[in-house]
């Protein structure tokens, strides 16, 4: 059980290059995120999935899409990478039981350069 | 809208002191607060949840947290430091409509030998 792993764990891009950060997870989980975390600002929400083929957004989507097309994975995309995009990412998931009550349970993450 | 703040950035406590880390939440219901622990170069690990009931709760690896409705605050507590629980802290709130999390901005631990 190898729980919520992300791949790459680093990545360095030039500006204007795209990118996939896949997240998976072996926990049967209904619910994924992908956040972002910046120096001083804690964890922001960027998009998330509530299941199988669906996708949403959270607080900072601009410049990502994503897709959820398996259960187990949920794909962070940049189109077109920016320097503001430097971050470090986190995927997180959980069960789906209770949206109040459920841990999340967060993968290394992948941090990520753009030049 | 839900906020979570952490109003120490940084904090430096010497090994065997105890230890108290501060976070007031604004929610208008019935909050669904949590602590996480990252280490350096490290995802989040969960430390603590509340919910309901006994306003003191304990969490792994020594931690606790009590929840006063009065104060608006879920403030972290640990008897006794070890230099291993030197990494960042976030508390965090649920938000009911989308079940993710909202993260205070963390507060930095450093433990002195």
């Known amino acids: 059980n190898a729980g919520v792993t992300q791949t790459p764990k680093f990545r360095v891009l030039k500006t204007g290059q795209s990118m996939t950060l896949l997240c998976a997870q072996d926990?049967?989980?209904?619910?994924m995120y992908w956040y972002r975390q910046d120096p001083g600002m804690g964890l922001r929400l960027i998009h998330y999935?509530?299941?199988?083929?669906?996708?949403a957004k959270g607080e900072v989507p601009d410049g990502y899409n994503v897709s959820r097309l398996k259960k187990q994975n949920f794909l962070l995309g940049l189109e077109s990478a920016a320097p503001s995009q430097t971050s470090v990412y986190f995927c997180?998931?959980?069960?789906?039981?209770?949206?109040?009550?459920?841990?999340?349970?967060f993968g290394p993450g992948t941090r990520l350069t753009v030049l | 809208a839900q906020s979570v703040t952490q109003p120490d950035i940084h904090i430096t406590v010497s090994e065997g002191a105890s230890l108290e880390l501060r976070c007031n939440y604004s929610?208008?219901?019935?909050?669904?607060l949590f602590w996480y622990v990252q280490s350096p170069g490290q995802g989040l690990q969960l430390l603590l949840k509340?919910?309901?009931?006994?306003?003191l709760v304990q969490g792994i690896k020594g931690f606790e947290a009590e929840f006063k409705r009065s104060q608006s605050s879920f403030n972290l507590r640990k008897p006794s430091v070890h230099w291993s629980d030197a990494a960042e802290y976030f508390c965090?709130?649920?938000?009911?409509?989308?079940?993710?999390?909202?993260f205070g901005k963390g507060t930095k631990l450093s433990v002195k030998p």
């Open positions: 999935s509530v299941g199988e083929g669906t996708t």
């Open positions: 997180a998931s959980r069960t789906g039981q209770s949206r109040f009550t459920d841990t999340q349970y």
């Open positions: 926990m049967n989980h209904e619910y």
């Open positions: 509340y919910f309901s009931g006994d306003t």
């Open positions: 965090a709130v649920v938000r009911g409509s989308q079940g993710n999390l909202i």
């Open positions: 929610y208008g219901a019935t909050p669904y």
